[in-house]
């Protein structure tokens, strides 16, 4: 009967691969890793999903809520709160560009060429003896009962008794360092409140050490980080003075760039690292000429 039963040379009645083979793991008692290792050959495998993907680029609002003072019918104090916002930039820019200006331009007086090279012809003669000024050659000493100033060193061995006191010395320098730890060890003892206040402050210390940590750590999740090698410049910030506003949404002018806000809005939020957006690409300059072999020369052509 089993011969019957069983497949003839050459007949592939039956699909291998059709039946597949599954066991129920029970994963209560089981830790990550066997399960994970359990899945791999006995089921399905688990794909963990990426940390990245959970986490988020910036804390930073997709859209932040605008000063109240660009509105087309501000307050009387917002806007002027805008304003001086507004001025306080400037003047450090032009703070910055004013000691950018007095510690490169106007460090360096202005020289013309004639006093320049005056000036580089001293500076490049000096230390220079003149041709006329011709001192006399000083005679060598060659005095041969001149005697050096520090005497020969003699190499002498040291006796028996010296190295025996040298010794003694070293044992007793020995003995008081050892009976100065012990005192300090005694005194430490009697010191046992003044070392806990000494830890008391070190843990407050440490303590408000953490605490700065962590708000800078919030800080900086709030911040932009630096995707590129160009510095991150926010957008100028969108003001009227109080000529321009109209007071009502029909008369007012639009001042911003709406896909511009939302471009800024991205690279603040670290999803698009900053660049120099180039709208003219430079080609390279490819230099032409003609080889020697096909150069013609006129001169030698019969022009007949």
Request: aromatic content about 4%; proline content about 6%.
């Amino acid at each position: 009967m089993k011969k019957l039963n069983e497949p003839k040379r050459g007949e592939f009645n039956v699909d291998l691969w059709k039946e597949k083979t599954t066991k129920d793991i029970d994963t209560n008692w089981l830790s990550l890793d066997t399960v994970r290792h359990t899945l791999t050959h006995f089921g399905v495998k688990k794909k963990r999903i990426p940390t990245s993907l959970r986490k988020r680029p910036s804390n930073i609002p997709a859209v932040e809520p605008p000063h109240p003072g660009i509105s087309y019918n501000p307050s009387f104090e917002d806007h002027q709160h805008l304003l001086c916002e507004v001025v306080q930039k400037e003047m450090e820019f032009i703070k910055e560009e004013e000691h950018l200006n007095r510690v490169t331009t106007k460090m360096f007086k202005k020289v013309s060429p004639e006093e320049k090279e005056n000036n580089l012809i001293k500076e490049m003669s000096e230390g220079l003896k003149p041709e006329n000024d011709q001192e006399p050659d000083e005679d060598e000493d060659d005095d041969p009962t001149v005697k050096s100033v520090n005497s020969p060193v003699k190499n002498q061995k040291k006796t028996r008794v010296q190295r025996r006191k040298q010794k003694e010395q070293k044992n007793l320098a020995y003995k008081r360092q050892q009976e100065k730890i012990e005192k300090k060890k005694i005194s430490d003892i009697y010191k046992l409140k003044l070392l806990d206040r000494q830890l008391a402050t070190k843990e407050k210390k440490h303590k408000i050490l953490r605490q700065k940590r962590l708000k800078k750590k919030t800080l900086k999740a709030l911040g932009t980080k630096t995707l590129s090698k160009v510095k991150f410049e926010p957008l100028e910030p969108d003001f009227k003075l109080s000529t321009e506003l109209t007071g009502n949404l029909r008369n007012t002018e639009p001042t911003n760039n709406l896909l511009k806000d939302r471009f800024k809005s991205l690279q603040k939020r670290n999803i698009v690292a900053p660049a120099n957006i180039r709208l003219k690409q430079d080609k390279a300059r490819v230099k032409r000429f003609i080889k020697p072999d096909h150069k013609i020369d006129m001169t030698k052509i019969d022009m007949k």
